[in-house]
């Protein structure tokens, strides 16, 4: 019933989170003309069938994405508990024996990972943006996850036991970050996030030299500025108490960290490349702050996997919506879901197919690689622009 409740949330955060909050469901006035509403209406499923009756207002059938939604997702939810509990998506189903109250804390995770991007894909299928108010308290409780459940990220097996994944994959996990430097290293990702969040563009219409003055009248042109700065005050003082104390947990927060400095880094990096080869916005920041979310619940290893499988489901989604609609174009954020839904099912033979040989490199040498790849990439798509001459736009 937990479920059923949670996707009529959804649902509800779907409309009330957009920007341009639409009023189609229970909560919201009654249409001028239409029947009167009851109790019923806001039954999950149930009521959007029986508010199929203004679809002469809302438009035909604006009812039913919300009404399968509501059907679909605690279905869904109650197979990935099955699955994960009965230990069916681990190497051996026998590894689960003796892991029951910590598979139910990894199951925590995923089932709220996947609630915040639900709500996320749909505000961004309809808008193209995904509001903070989504991915920030996502990011949150990512954090305090890592720090406070017996288990959050996925599981490696060694011999014949499993290990949770902490951001030295199979290596031996460094004392020094568990000294001073993972300290300045942890507060410095928190600063860096606070920093991302806010209102930051470097105008030159009016020389360089102004330049620096219009950055820092923007940071702090609305109240935006004290809600982040209130934020980092929060979030660096529990970083530091987590160290401080030297908490079983400390290398595990410190882990969910590192997964959203390099999950968002890397789709920040994609994004300034292909802004400044194209000259167009080929990712919104939304998508940022989605991936910095997405990497404090998986680490660092598998957002990797998360980024190159991403543009496979948008092809698969573009083609689809070609041949259906003659208009493949949208957003990008909801394909990152789809990918980070499926490493999460099928982590196990993604590991062994894909990531083996990311596991047994050196974090540095792995971000040098992608570092030079962001790079090259850039490079092919300027060279691209120039052949074919200025991109409109991208979907």
């Given amino acids: 019933m937990s479920a059923v409740a949670v996707a009529w949330l959804i649902n509800y955060l779907i409309y009330t989170l957009a920007y341009y909050r639409q009023s189609i469901g229970w909560w919201s006035p ?10 019923l209406d806001s039954l999950p499923a149930l009521g959007w069938w029986r508010l199929r009756r203004e679809s002469s207002t809302h438009g035909a059938l604006y009812w039913l994405r919300p009404c399968l939604l509501e059907l679909a997702f605690p279905f869904a939810i109650l197979w990935l508990y099955n699955a994960e509990v009965s230990g069916r998506l681990l ?29 996320a894909t749909f505000i961004d299928y309809d808008e193209q943006l995904i509001p903070d108010t989504i991915t920030l308290p996502g990011t949150l409780f ?3 996850g890592s720090a406070l459940a017996m288990l959050w990220f996925p599981l490696l097996p060694v011999t014949t036991t499993l290990i949770e994944m902490d951001a030295a994959s199979l290596g031996a996990w460094p004392t020094s970050l568990d000294g001073t430097q993972g300290l300045v290293l942890g507060l410095l990702i928190v600063a860096l996030w606070c920093f991302a969040l806010l209102d930051r563009r470097w105008i030159t219409r009016r020389g360089w030299r102004k330049a620096p003055r ?3 009248a923007r ?45 968002g880094g890397l789709t920040w990096g994609v994004r300034v490349a292909a802004r400044l080869a194209l000259q167009v916005e080929a990712l919104g920041f939304g998508d940022v702050t989605l991936m910095a979310m997405i990497g404090t619940y998986i680490g660092w290893q598998p957002s990797l996997l998360v980024f190159f499988l991403a543009p496979l489901f948008a092809v698969c989604v573009f083609v689809l919506r070609a041949l259906i609609a ?11 879901c789809m990918a980070t839904v499926a490493v999460l099912v099928y982590w196990d033979s993604l590991r062994m197919t894909y990531a083996a040989p990311i596991l047994t490199l050196p974090p540095m040498v792995t971000v040098t690689i992608l570092v030079l790849a ?19 736009g991208l979907g």
Avoid: D
């Avoid at 190497?91 to 709500?119: D, K, N």
């Fill in 30 to 39: 009654k249409p001028t003309g239409a029947p009167p509403r009851s109790w």
């Fill in 91 to 119: 190497p051996a189903a026998r590894l689960a024996q003796g892991l029951q109250a910590e598979l139910h804390c990894q199951f925590l995770a995923h089932y709220v990972l996947i609630s915040f991007m639900t709500v």
């Fill in 142 to 144: 990512g954090l305090l």
């Fill in 214 to 216: 219009y950055f820092i």
């Fill in 219 to 263: 940071l702090f042109r609305t109240r935006w500025w004290l809600i982040v700065g209130g934020l980092w005050l929060v979030v660096s003082v529990g970083v530091l108490l987590a160290w401080q104390v030297q908490c079983s947990r400390w290398q595990y927060l410190l882990s969910s960290l590192i997964g959203l400095a390099f999950a």
């Fill in 326 to 336: 003659g208009n493949g174009a949208g957003p990008y954020g909801p394909y990152l």
């Fill in 374 to 392: 962001v790079v090259m990439m850039g490079t092919m798509l300027w060279i691209w622009r120039l052949i074919k001459g200025p991109v409109r």
